[in-house]
């Protein structure tokens, strides 16, 4: 079945360091690819999207490439913020699948410290 | 404006209680879902409805009892929980079949003693 294989975290770095949360999937087709976050105590926000190979998503500073060939989505950004500290989810969704819901990765709890 | 909304976002029950968790949008999307998320894990899914029909139900317990009025609103009954349905309850919609991106409303923390 399909799958999403997120880094462990959790990840800790200095303010204004690089970011990079790998993400790789498995899946028959060509998923729609997804990052969602979850700051402390709230629901789920999409952060970005990409829905076919090659595809950048982007937001707030965070982009994440769709790479077909590596089955990969990594999240980047190139200068954390305290207010970043989150946890960051991985997900895909299966397209022209019927009713297929979001898979999820495990997550990856990031803290940005000042 | 991408809002879902949810109540309460605090509900603390015995386990002889029922009540009800509720989710409402308003962005006609007509796909809705409830998902239990534990500390530390991914939402798991529980329930979908899809076009008000319920399409998918992951062998959830029959303490759970999800109800879709109308295309804006979605419920969750909840009756004689256990200590371990303990979570927080997430609700979610997109915008057509299941296979778009999902909103997340934020939460009803859930608390059986």
């Known amino acids: 079945g399909d799958s999403v294989t997120q880094m462990e975290g959790p990840v800790t770095l200095s303010e204004e360091a690089f970011l990079t949360i790998n993400c790789t999937y498995t899946?028959?087709?060509?998923?729609?690819l997804f990052w969602y976050v979850q700051y402390p105590g709230e629901g789920l926000q999409l952060l970005l999207k990409?829905?076919?190979?090659?595809d950048k998503g982007s937001n707030k500073g965070f982009e994440a490439t769709y790479r077909k060939e590596t089955t990969s989505f990594h999240l980047e950004k190139g200068s954390v913020q305290v207010s970043d500290s989150a946890v960051y989810f991985c997900?895909?969704?299966?397209?022209?699948?019927?009713?297929?819901?979001?898979?999820f990765g495990k997550g990856t709890r990031l803290s940005v410290i000042a | 404006d991408t809002e879902v909304t949810q109540t309460p976002k605090h509900l603390v029950m015995g386990m002889t209680n029922k009540k009800s968790l509720k989710c409402e949008q308003h962005?006609?999307?007509?796909?809705m879902y409830w998902y239990k998320q534990k500390a530390k894990k991914p939402p798991e899914l529980m329930f979908v409805?899809?076009?008000?029909?319920?399409?998918i139900n992951e062998s959830v317990p029959s303490r759970f009892s999800p109800e879709c009025p109308n295309s804006s609103l979605l419920n969750l009954h909840l009756h004689a929980l256990q200590p371990e349905d303990s979570a927080l309850y997430l609700c979610?919609?997109?915008?057509?079949?299941?296979?778009?991106?999902?909103?997340f409303g934020p939460g009803t923390r859930l608390t059986v003693t």
């Open positions: 899946a028959t087709g060509y998923p729609s």
């Open positions: 997900a895909l969704t299966p397209r022209n699948s019927g009713n297929t819901p979001l898979v």
């Open positions: 962005m006609g999307h007509r796909a």
């Open positions: 409805y899809s076009y008000e029909k319920l399409s």
């Open positions: 990409a829905t076919k190979a090659d």
């Open positions: 979610a919609s997109s915008l057509g079949g299941v296979s778009y991106e999902q909103y």
